[in-house]
């Protein structure tokens, strides 16, 4: 079975600093795809970037860009330039491009915390 | 607008009274599915639909019903609710790329 894990349960950053949040996943298959989803106080789910595992090139959404290392399993989130609003709960997710119903297996979450 | 609801937003419960929690999809999507969330754990799978009439277990499913008897429809029971399912639950669609998910709905299981 997939596995995500995100190793930090909690980060700081000042505002307009860089912040880089990790994320492993272990899995056997070699198509899939990987998202980071927000979760800002209001608990809506919002997703912030995907990648598909076929793409070498990292996907970027703006402020926010991944680096995907395929043989690595290891999918980090790049925030640039963060701002008060992106404080929220982070977590980075799998699914397989097999998988039946579009499951997606969900990391424990990053709280990120930006300072003023 | 394309949205995915859920009610009710928030349900205090007694154990062993049955409840339903409702969602709803105005995006004609085929695929519909049940987590829940809990802290350290992320969220996890309960029930999907890949069609009405089809469904079937994810990865915690014990405790838990659901129906799709309708496309934009996919509730979500609990026949005698126990205090160890108090969590967060959410509601997500997706035809075969992004998912959308509901609002969450906060039980908590006395």
């Known amino acids: 079975a997939q596995t995500v894990t995100q190793s930090q349960p909690e980060m700081s950053v000042q505002e307009a600093e860089t912040v880089t949040l990790s994320c492993t996943y272990d899995?056997?298959?070699?198509?899939?795809?990987l998202f980071w989803y927000k979760q800002p106080p209001s608990r809506q789910m919002i997703l912030v970037i995907r990648q598909e595992a076929y793409k070498q090139q990292n996907a970027t959404e703006n402020r926010f860009s991944v680096n995907f290392q395929k043989a690595a399993k290891s999918f980090s989130l790049k925030i640039s330039d963060s701002q008060l609003g992106d404080a929220a709960m982070y977590f980075c997710?799998?699914?397989?491009?097999?998988?039946?119903?579009?499951?997606?297996?969900f990391g424990a979450g990053t709280i990120l915390r930006v300072k003023s | 607008e394309a949205q995915v609801t859920q009610n009710p937003r928030y349900l205090i419960t007694v154990t062993g009274k049955k409840l339903t929690v409702t969602c709803s999809q105005n995006?004609?999507?085929?695929?519909m599915s049940w987590y829940r969330q809990d802290p350290g754990l992320g969220l996890r799978q309960i029930y999907y639909?890949?069609?009405?009439?089809?469904?079937d277990k994810g990865d915690v499913p014990e405790g838990y019903k659901v129906s799709r008897k309708e496309k934009r429809n996919f509730p979500l029971i609990l026949e005698s609710p126990s205090p160890n399912q108090t969590s967060l639950y959410f509601c997500a669609s997706s035809s075969h790329g992004e998912q959308f998910f509901g609002p969450g709905t906060r039980l908590t299981v006395l």
């Open positions: 899995t056997s298959e070699s198509d899939y795809y």
């Open positions: 995006m004609n999507h085929e695929y």
């Open positions: 639909s890949m069609n009405v009439e089809v469904t």
């Open positions: 997710a799998y699914r397989s491009r097999r998988e039946y119903g579009n499951k997606l297996v």
